[in-house]
C-alpha cells in the first residue's frame, strides 16, 4: 500500500500544476524534420571542412524547428519564413556590435523594446520578435566566422531548410490539414452531443471547451487566408461554409443539455458521418440515418443536422451563401496599419516592451561590469522566460531552471564522451528529435531537449567541452533570478492581477448578447458573429484563468477562488444559446421586460466585478414566469450571482 506524505511534505498545488507533463501525441513527420534539418548542415559543414559553419546553419534550423507547430501549408509559410526574416535583421545587428560595450547594451536594449512590443500582435509576430532579439543577442555576445554577411545567411538557410522540408508533401496534401480540421471540428462537436445528457461532472463542459478551442483553430486556419484567397479557391470557400454549417448543431447542443435527456445515439453517429464526408471531400447524398424528433429540443438538432448535411453533400462549393455569415476579414494592408496603430498607441504593448527592455538592459549591464563567461545566456534566458503569450513568468522562471539542469546532465555526457567531428552527426539524429517531441509536454520538458542540442552547437564553435556546463547553469539562473525580480516582482500585475476584469468584460458582453438573441433588431449573421466572439473570449479567460492557477499564492488562490465563476459565466452564455434555440423551434419567445430584467442583473454583476478584486456581495433576487424559456437562464444568473457574494458563517 502507498505511503502518503505527511501534510508538512505535500507540495502545493500550483506547484504540482507546473510540473505535470501535458498529454499530447507525437508528431512524428516534425520529429523527422527536426532530425534531417538540424544534422544535414552539420554534415556538409564537416564535409567542407568547415563544421562552424554548419553549426550556424543547425542553430537557424533549431529556430525553424520550434517554429514549425502548424498543419497547414500556408500557415507554415508565415511561422517560419516571416520570423526567419526578423532573426536575419537580429542577428545583422547584433554582430554589428559585437564587442562594442555601451553600444552593444544600448542596441540590444532598443532591440528587447521593439521585440516586446511587436511580440503583442499575434503569433507570427511574437514568433517573430522572439527572433530578432534572439539573434541580436547571439550577435552581440559571440564572435561570427567569416564575413559580416554570412552569419545572417547560414542561419536564414538553416530555418528556411525545415520550411523546405515541411513543404515537400504540399503538391501531394494541399488543402489535407485544412479538411482535417474542419473535420477534427465536427468530431469534436460528435463528442459535445454524446456528453449533453451524461452523467458524469464535468464531461460536458470540457467537450464544449475542446469545441471551442476546435473552432478557433479551424476558423484560425481557414479563414486567416480568405482576404486573399477568396474568389480563387473553391475549396477554401466549401471549407468555410461547411465549418458555418456546424454552427447551428453547436446552438443546439445547450438546448439538448438543459433538457437532461440523452440524444438517441444516431445523433452523434451521424455527426461523425458528416465528418468523414468532410475529411474525404465526398460530394452525393448522404444517409443521416435519424430517428423522428418527437419535443422541442430533438427537433433542433434534427433539424440543424439535416442543414448541416445538405451543405457538406452539395457539389456547390457554398450553396447556402454561408460563406459571408461570419464576416470576411478586411485586406492584409488594411490589418497591417490595424497592427501598427495597436502596436505604437497601446497601453499593453508599451508597458511590456518596457519591461522586457528594462530586463534585458540589466542583463547587459550587469554582464559588461561583472566578467561572466558565456553571458549572453543571461539575455536568451530572460527572452524566453518574459514572452507575454507563453505564460505566467514565474512558472516558466521555474521550469526553465528545472529543464536547464536537466538537459545539462545529458549534455555533460555529449560533451564529455562524445569527440567533436563527425560523431556530432549521429549524435544530432539523436537530440533534435526531442525538441519537438517533448515540446507539447511543457516548457521545462522543452528547455531540457534544447539545452544540450544549443551546448552541442556552442562548443562546435568554441571548443570549450564540459567547461561550458557550469558558465550554462550560473548564467540561467542569472537571467530567471532577473526575469522574477525586474520582470515579475516590480510589476504588480503580474502578481496582483485584476482577475475579475476580462470576467467582467465577458459579463456585459453576454448581457449584450441577451438582448439580441431574442430581439429582432439584430440580423442573423450579426448574431452569429457575437456569439463565436463570446465563446471565443471565454476560451481566452479559461486559458488565462488555468495559467493563473500555476502561479504561486496570492495570485493562483485568487484565481482559484474566481474558477467557479468562469465556469458560470459560460453556463449562462450556453442557456441564453438553449432559449434563443428553443423559441426558433416553438416555444414562448420571452416578454421584453424580462429580457431586460436578466440582462440588467447581468451588467450589475459585470460592474461588481469590475470593481474589486475579492469577491463582491450581489443580489440575487430574479423572478419571472416559472414556465418561460428564460427560467433555466435565470437560474443560472442566480447561481452566478450567489458565487460572487462572500460566503456569510
Given at each position: 500500500?502507498?505511503?502518503?506524505?505527511?501534510?508538512g511534505?505535500?507540495?502545493?498545488?500550483?506547484?504540482?500544476?507546473?510540473?505535470?507533463?501535458?498529454?499530447?501525441?507525437?508528431?512524428r513527420p516534425?520529429?523527422?524534420?527536426?532530425?534531417?534539418a538540424?544534422?544535414?548542415?552539420l554534415?556538409?559543414?564537416?564535409?567542407?571542412?568547415?563544421p562552424e559553419?554548419?553549426?550556424l546553419?543547425?542553430?537557424?534550423?533549431?529556430?525553424g524547428?520550434?517554429g514549425?507547430?502548424?498543419?497547414?501549408?500556408?500557415?507554415r509559410?508565415?511561422n517560419i519564413?516571416i520570423?526567419q526574416?526578423?532573426?536575419?535583421?537580429?542577428?545583422?545587428l547584433?554582430?554589428?556590435?559585437?564587442?562594442?560595450?555601451?553600444?552593444a547594451v544600448?542596441?540590444?536594449t532598443?532591440?528587447?523594446?521593439v521585440?516586446?512590443?511587436?511580440?503583442?500582435?499575434?503569433?507570427?509576430a511574437?514568433?517573430?520578435?522572439?527572433?530578432?532579439?534572439?539573434?541580436?543577442v547571439?550577435?552581440?555576445?559571440l564572435?561570427?566566422?567569416?564575413?559580416?554577411?554570412?552569419?545572417?545567411?547560414?542561419?536564414t538557410g538553416?530555418g528556411l531548410?525545415?520550411?523546405?522540408?515541411?513543404l515537400?508533401?504540399w503538391p501531394?496534401?494541399?488543402g489535407?490539414p485544412?479538411?482535417?480540421?474542419?473535420?477534427?471540428?465536427?468530431?469534436?462537436?460528435?463528442?459535445?452531443?454524446d456528453?449533453?445528457?451524461?452523467?458524469?461532472?464535468?464531461?460536458?463542459e470540457?467537450?464544449?471547451?475542446?469545441?471551442?478551442?476546435?473552432?478557433?483553430q479551424?476558423?484560425d486556419l481557414?479563414l486567416?487566408?480568405?482576404?486573399?484567397?477568396?474568389?480563387?479557391?473553391?475549396?477554401?470557400?466549401?471549407?468555410?461554409?461547411q465549418?458555418?454549417?456546424?454552427?447551428?448543431?453547436?446552438?443546439?447542443?445547450?438546448?439538448?443539455?438543459?433538457?437532461?435527456?440523452?440524444?438517441?445515439?444516431?445523433?452523434?453517429?451521424?455527426?461523425?458521418h458528416?465528418?468523414q464526408?468532410?475529411?474525404?471531400?465526398?460530394?452525393?447524398?448522404?444517409g443521416l440515418?435519424?430517428p423522428?424528433p418527437t419535443?422541442?429540443t430533438?427537433?433542433?438538432v434534427?433539424?440543424a443536422l439535416r442543414?448541416?448535411?445538405?451543405?457538406v453533400?452539395?457539389?456547390?462549393?457554398d450553396?447556402l451563401?454561408?460563406?459571408d455569415?461570419?464576416g470576411?476579414?478586411?485586406?492584409?494592408?488594411?490589418r497591417?496599419?490595424?497592427?501598427?496603430?495597436?502596436?505604437?498607441?497601446?497601453?499593453?504593448s508599451?508597458?511590456?516592451?518596457?519591461?522586457l527592455?528594462?530586463?534585458i538592459?540589466?542583463?547587459?549591464?550587469?554582464?559588461s561590469?561583472?566578467?561572466?563567461?558565456?553571458?549572453?545566456?543571461?539575455?536568451?534566458t530572460i527572452?524566453?522566460?518574459?514572452k507575454p503569450?507563453?505564460?505566467s513568468?514565474?512558472?516558466?522562471a521555474?521550469?526553465?531552471?528545472?529543464g536547464?539542469?536537466a538537459?545539462?546532465?545529458?549534455?555533460?555526457a555529449?560533451?564529455?564522451?562524445?569527440p567533436?567531428?563527425?560523431w556530432?552527426?549521429?549524435?544530432?539524429?539523436?537530440?533534435?528529435?526531442?525538441?519537438p517531441?517533448?515540446?507539447?509536454?511543457?516548457y521545462?520538458?522543452?528547455?531540457?531537449?534544447?539545452?544540450p542540442?544549443?551546448?552541442?552547437?556552442s562548443?562546435i564553435l568554441?571548443h570549450q567541452?564540459?567547461?561550458?556546463?557550469?558558465?550554462?547553469?550560473?548564467d540561467?539562473l542569472?537571467g530567471?533570478?532577473?526575469?522574477?525580480?525586474?520582470?515579475?516582482?516590480l510589476?504588480?500585475e503580474s502578481?496582483?492581477?485584476?482577475?475579475?476584469d476580462r470576467?467582467?468584460d465577458?459579463?456585459a458582453?453576454t448581457a449584450r448578447?441577451?438582448e439580441?438573441?431574442?430581439?429582432s433588431?439584430?440580423?442573423?449573421?450579426?448574431r452569429?458573429r457575437?456569439?463565436r466572439?463570446?465563446?471565443?473570449?471565454?476560451?481566452?479567460?479559461?486559458?488565462?484563468?488555468?495559467?493563473?492557477?500555476?502561479e504561486?499564492?496570492?495570485?493562483?488562490?485568487?484565481?482559484?477562488?474566481?474558477?467557479?465563476?468562469?465556469v458560470a459565466?459560460e453556463?449562462i452564455?450556453d442557456?441564453?444559446?438553449?432559449?434563443r434555440?428553443?423559441?426558433?423551434?416553438?416555444?414562448e419567445?420571452?416578454s421584453?421586460?424580462?429580457?431586460a430584467?436578466?440582462?440588467?442583473?447581468l451588467r450589475?454583476?459585470?460592474?461588481?466585478?469590475?470593481d474589486?478584486?475579492?469577491?463582491?456581495?450581489?443580489?440575487?433576487?430574479?423572478?419571472?414566469?416559472?414556465?418561460?424559456?428564460?427560467?433555466?437562464?435565470?437560474?443560472?444568473?442566480?447561481?452566478a450571482?450567489?458565487?460572487?457574494s462572500p460566503?456569510?458563517?
Amino acid at each position: 500500500m502507498p505511503r502518503e506524505l505527511p501534510i508538512g511534505l505535500t507540495p502545493p498545488d500550483w506547484l504540482v500544476r507546473n510540473l505535470r507533463p501535458q498529454q499530447a501525441p507525437v508528431n512524428r513527420p516534425a520529429v523527422a524534420r527536426a532530425a534531417l534539418a538540424m544534422a544535414l548542415p552539420l554534415l556538409i559543414g564537416l564535409a567542407l571542412g568547415r563544421p562552424e559553419y554548419g553549426a550556424l546553419a543547425s542553430m537557424g534550423a533549431l529556430s525553424g524547428v520550434i517554429g514549425d507547430t502548424a498543419d497547414a501549408y500556408r500557415i507554415r509559410i508565415l511561422n517560419i519564413a516571416i520570423p526567419q526574416a526578423f532573426g536575419a535583421v537580429g542577428i545583422t545587428l547584433g554582430a554589428a556590435v559585437y564587442s562594442h560595450g555601451w553600444l552593444a547594451v544600448t542596441t540590444v536594449t532598443a532591440v528587447a523594446l521593439v521585440s516586446g512590443m511587436i511580440s503583442t500582435i499575434g503569433a507570427v509576430a511574437s514568433v517573430s520578435g522572439l527572433l530578432l532579439l534572439l539573434n541580436s543577442v547571439v550577435g552581440a555576445g559571440l564572435p561570427m566566422p567569416g564575413a559580416w554577411w554570412l552569419a545572417p545567411v547560414l542561419m536564414t538557410g538553416g530555418g528556411l531548410l525545415v520550411l523546405l522540408l515541411a513543404l515537400l508533401a504540399w503538391p501531394l496534401r494541399s488543402g489535407v490539414p485544412e479538411r482535417a480540421a474542419v473535420a477534427g471540428t465536427y468530431r469534436t462537436v460528435a463528442t459535445l452531443l454524446d456528453a449533453s445528457a451524461g452523467t458524469t461532472p464535468g464531461a460536458y463542459e470540457d467537450a464544449r471547451h475542446a469545441v471551442t478551442q476546435s473552432l478557433n483553430q479551424s476558423y484560425d486556419l481557414v479563414l486567416a487566408h480568405r482576404a486573399r484567397h477568396h474568389g480563387r479557391s473553391p475549396e477554401l470557400t466549401r471549407l468555410l461554409a461547411q465549418l458555418n454549417a456546424i454552427t447551428p448543431v453547436v446552438e443546439a447542443a445547450p438546448a439538448a443539455h438543459l433538457a437532461g435527456r440523452p440524444l438517441p445515439p444516431e445523433v452523434p453517429a451521424a455527426v461523425r458521418h458528416l465528418a468523414q464526408a468532410v475529411e474525404t471531400g465526398f460530394t452525393g447524398p448522404i444517409g443521416l440515418g435519424l430517428p423522428t424528433p418527437t419535443e422541442e429540443t430533438g427537433r433542433a438538432v434534427d433539424h440543424a443536422l439535416r442543414h448541416t448535411a445538405e451543405v457538406v453533400a452539395a457539389p456547390d462549393v457554398d450553396p447556402l451563401g454561408l460563406v459571408d455569415r461570419l464576416g470576411r476579414p478586411a485586406a492584409l494592408r488594411v490589418r497591417a496599419a490595424r497592427a501598427a496603430h495597436d502596436v505604437l498607441l497601446s497601453a499593453a504593448s508599451w508597458r511590456y516592451g518596457l519591461r522586457l527592455a528594462l530586463c534585458i538592459g540589466l542583463a547587459q549591464v550587469l554582464v559588461s561590469i561583472i566578467t561572466v563567461p558565456r553571458s549572453y545566456w543571461v539575455a536568451l534566458t530572460i527572452t524566453f522566460v518574459l514572452k507575454p503569450d507563453f505564460g505566467s513568468v514565474f512558472s516558466r522562471a521555474l521550469l526553465r531552471a528545472l529543464g536547464t539542469v536537466a538537459g545539462l546532465v545529458v549534455a555533460a555526457a555529449v560533451l564529455s564522451q562524445v569527440p567533436r567531428g563527425w560523431w556530432d552527426v549521429p549524435v544530432m539524429l539523436l537530440l533534435a528529435p526531442l525538441i519537438p517531441a517533448l515540446t507539447p509536454r511543457g516548457y521545462g520538458y522543452q528547455t531540457a531537449a534544447i539545452t544540450p542540442v544549443i551546448l552541442l552547437l556552442s562548443d562546435i564553435l568554441n571548443h570549450q567541452g564540459t567547461a561550458l556546463l557550469l558558465p550554462r547553469l550560473v548564467d540561467s539562473l542569472i537571467g530567471c533570478a532577473i526575469a522574477l525580480v525586474a520582470g515579475y516582482l516590480l510589476w504588480p500585475e503580474s502578481w496582483h492581477t485584476r482577475v475579475g476584469d476580462r470576467l467582467a468584460d465577458a459579463v456585459a458582453d453576454t448581457a449584450r448578447y441577451t438582448e439580441s438573441a431574442f430581439g429582432s433588431h439584430v440580423d442573423p449573421p450579426a448574431r452569429a458573429r457575437m456569439r463565436r466572439r463570446l465563446y471565443r473570449d471565454l476560451s481566452v479567460i479559461r486559458t488565462e484563468f488555468q495559467r493563473a492557477l500555476t502561479e504561486p499564492p496570492p495570485t493562483g488562490t485568487r484565481a482559484a477562488a474566481w474558477w467557479p465563476l468562469v465556469v458560470a459565466v459560460e453556463r449562462i452564455v450556453d442557456a441564453t444559446t438553449a432559449a434563443r434555440v428553443r423559441v426558433k423551434h416553438g416555444a414562448e419567445p420571452p416578454s421584453e421586460a424580462e429580457i431586460a430584467h436578466v440582462a440588467r442583473q447581468l451588467r450589475e454583476l459585470s460592474e461588481g466585478l469590475r470593481d474589486t478584486d475579492v469577491l463582491y456581495p450581489v443580489r440575487t433576487d430574479l423572478t419571472g414566469p416559472a414556465d418561460s424559456v428564460l427560467e433555466p437562464l435565470r437560474q443560472e444568473v442566480a447561481a452566478a450571482r450567489t458565487i460572487a457574494s462572500p460566503h456569510q458563517p
